[in-house]
């Protein structure tokens, strides 16, 4: 979109009516820190002139920027001022290809913001895409308690955590979640270990989900703990007693899988079920077949 009024206007007369809906990324905003102070603002932010008139500006596009500049002690900024409305200028940024790309959770809140006062309908016209994909985006707002959602904008909690976890997690149990975001809160949990935590949790019986939210932490340095038992047992037994242990397991399911022949492929059974059964039977078969070919072939002591 090609800017309209690029001005040089005083950081103060800038109203960040949209801060609370923007996430805060500590990492992005160093770089862009750092970026600006070595080269400056290589792109005006976007703002339209406020209502009443009083020589402010309401801030479209460029939190971060603005924030960066406030770092660095300036008190000018470039702003593209565009002769539009609020919610029309809103829409436009939306709109805005993958040079400026939102986060989803991003355009979910501002979504959740104009559909105050326009009809999912007419965000979706004006954004340039359908109906569903404007109620999903708006559902990542409904399905996340306010207490969640302020940590994901605060960049404490990742989206996929609070939407895929935590969320379901405050649906069943909503003392849970808040005990959990209380602890995140002081010892965080990368995504991998808050995945093995929740079904660890799911598992559980309700003293040890009890436990498990009051000590996350805890829980993880238990589980890996474990692994490098594990670890260290399969060290010591070497390749071959890897090898060994999944013969075994082998023959234990081969010897189930004898037991139901009678059953999978008696009369009564469906002639497109056996032969499906039967293909993979057989492919298992060529994979015995290697592993004794490959026996053969070696030479003998």
Aim: avoid cysteine.
């Amino acid at each position: 979109m090609a800017m309209e009024n690029v001005l040089r206007l005083d950081l103060h007369a800038l109203i960040p009516r949209f801060a609370s809906l923007r996430l805060h990324d500590p990492s992005r905003l160093a770089r862009l820190v750092a970026s600006i102070e070595q080269r400056g603002q290589l792109m005006p932010v976007v703002a339209v002139p406020e209502a009443d008139g009083d020589r402010h500006w309401v801030l479209i596009d460029g939190y971060r920027r603005r924030e960066a500049l406030q770092r660095l002690g300036e008190d000018q900024i470039w702003v593209d001022v565009w002769e539009r409305s609020v919610d029309e200028a809103l829409l436009a940024a939306l709109a805005r290809g993958p040079d400026r790309a939102w986060e989803a959770i991003e355009e979910a809140a501002l979504i959740a913001e104009l559909s105050s006062r326009h009809s999912l309908q007419a965000i979706a016209r004006e954004l340039g895409r359908d109906v569903s994909w404007v109620s999903r985006r708006l559902s990542l707002i409904k399905a996340l308690p306010e207490d969640l959602l302020d940590e994901v904008r605060a960049g404490r909690i990742s989206l996929w955590a609070a939407t895929r976890i935590l969320a379901p997690l405050a649906r069943a149990n909503a003392e849970h979640a808040r005990i959990l975001l209380a602890q995140l809160a002081q010892q965080p949990l990368s995504t991998r270990e808050l995945k093995r935590l929740y079904e660890q949790y799911r598992q559980a019986s309700k003293v040890q989900r009890r436990r498990l939210v009051e000590n996350p932490a805890l829980f993880v340095q238990a589980l890996d703990s474990r692994e490098q038992v594990t670890a260290d047992k399969r060290l010591a037994a070497g390749p071959e007693g890897a090898w060994y242990k999944d013969l075994r397991v082998v023959g234990s399911l081969l010897e189930r899988l004898l037991g139901q022949v009678p059953t999978l492929f008696g009369p009564t059974q469906e002639a497109a079920e056996r032969e499906r059964l039967q293909q993979a039977f057989a492919a298992a078969t060529t994979q015995f077949q290697r592993l004794q070919q490959a026996l053969a072939e070696i030479p003998q002591p």
